[in-house]
């Protein structure tokens, strides 16, 4: 069992998956953060490092605080990084030691933060992400909606007071859910 | 309804055995009733392999332990019970010979000859792919039958590499024409010719998403070095001498690399032991490895990879905008594309892949398709609307095309045919009148012969 924000996930299913266990987290929402956390989504839920579930475990509990990523700059087929090897004819035509092994220059000079700031690289669509609520902050912000619609008075505010359908349902049978879960203190 | 017929038929065998041993002991009924529960032909073949385990009445001694009751009566029908054929023999394979290069020529085509099993075993090292595991499950002792494409390919092989010439062969054909079975073959001779072979089983692993992954920005690519440690841990349980006795011709030269990389000199096998235990030089380590062997020209290299098709396209893996990741934008994939394409050549060896149509989710797309001038066995062909992509055309570019012949030839399924028979895989007593209406009800395609002919029927 892995513990995240207090929720126990299985085992049994890979992270895609588990994740959903959490409040707030549905399929599609779990593959987007698996993908920005760069967790392999078909990982076992076992396999994930402390650092990869410490990570999940902050980013879930402040989503607006994380930082925004800029676009990932990607090789293309021509791209020769200066450690290679074994490449008889790069296809810039520039003659090279078949066999030479050059250093990799130091990580400061190629960091992610110095080219975001360089080049200030735009996050495509924005991250998404940014602005999601899970497990209590979103069950607040359920009763909260609930209880303005009642302040102001609202059909939907009356209908949660009595108990009764909101969205226009029948009530001469059935109803069953609407009179167990609409509440004004709805659970969420 | 053909499906439905084999269903209720075996249902029908099934009540028919447990009817029969109504008689039996308690546990002798509980295994095999266990044994018959599922309808799957393998529970079957266990349950006809636990019958044909027990003594007839005929040959039971009074000391062992006896499935039948003391009765006169109920033993004369239990004799009459197991007189069948296919419950008093058992599966044979020790005629079979075991699988030798010397025995691989034009006049045994046909001849049956089981994978062989002495350590170290590349099959049990490297994996096998999925669709020969479940062929393999069929009979006790996995094996392939030798055909013409075996000798022809061994002799590109062999003429390529003697004339120092691109060897980059994909082996293609259509659904169950026995690519990979074939490519299994070439890789046991190799080995056994002391090559040094890396062979990817199911290049599909590689773009999945199943395995870890980090963005290098020095790269620009992102690693997979999990991946990497299995492939460098498997090369090194090959055990091959040649690791031991090449030195590299170049340090292991990178930035803020942990302690203990190994230098110009040293063995490769040193090489191999350092990025297994520092996983996250991995990728390096295996990018450089994989150098020096296509480099050096003392051992011949194979690189072996089936469902080759998965490397040339989007990969299941995402950014962490949510954006798809290219397969040449992994570490591994890259790596072998960039041998695919001659970047990277191997100048003793050849890289050897095959298609694979098992995986739905993954066929041959478009710029692999007019590549390897692929026909419709392999999909749908590519119209003029279709995009293509100039990396994965700049990747597809010099690769040579094996065709697999659509057919067995007769010899080559009747050689399957006689192993499937002596080992009791079959549901019947195959005759010959079986075997050919099956070879051409299947035209001949080796895995619809197998699974849809021999193995689904009742004929008897």
Redo the contacts between chains.
Sequence with gaps: MVYIMGVALSDAYPAKIALTGIYGIGRTLARRICARLQIHENAPLTSLTPQQTTALTAFLSAPANAPLLPKLPLASPHFRPNFHTNLVAPPTGKATNTNAIKAIPPKSETSLAARAQNEQQSVGLGDRLRNIKVETDLRRAVRENIMHHRLVNTYIGRRHAMGLPVRGQRTNSNAKTARRLNKLERRG | MFQVKIRIGLVAAKLQLLRLYRMHRRSAANALSKATRGFTKREFKTAQRLLASVPSGSKATPSSPSLFSNTSTQKRQDDQMLLHPLYREVADQTSMQVFESELVNEGNIGLALAFPSKTPDPLRIFGIPKSVEKTFDLVTRPFSVVRRPTLSLRQTLENARKSGSDNRIVITGGAGTGKSYLLLQTIIHCVASNWIVLYLPRAIDTV????????E?????FLQPMLSEKLLRQLRDMGHSGLKKLTL????????APPGAPKKGQRLIELIEYGILEVSMAP?VL??LL?EL??QTQYPFLLAIDDFQALYSQS????????P??S??LSVP?LLLEYACG???IHNGALLSALSMSNTSWLPKTEIYEALNLDLTHGKRPDAWDKRSE?YQ??AAGLKAFRMPERLEIKEAAGILDVMKNDRALLSDPSDQLFLSKYCESNGNPKEFVWRGLMATLDS
């Design positions: 999945n998403c199943t395995t870890p992954y980090n963005y920005p020095r790269t620009q690519t011709t170049n340090d292991f030269a990178i930035d803020s390096f990018e450089q150098a296509a480099s299941q893996y995402k950014t962490p905008q949510f954006e990741i290219e040449f934008h890259r970047s990277r050549k990396a700049h990747y």
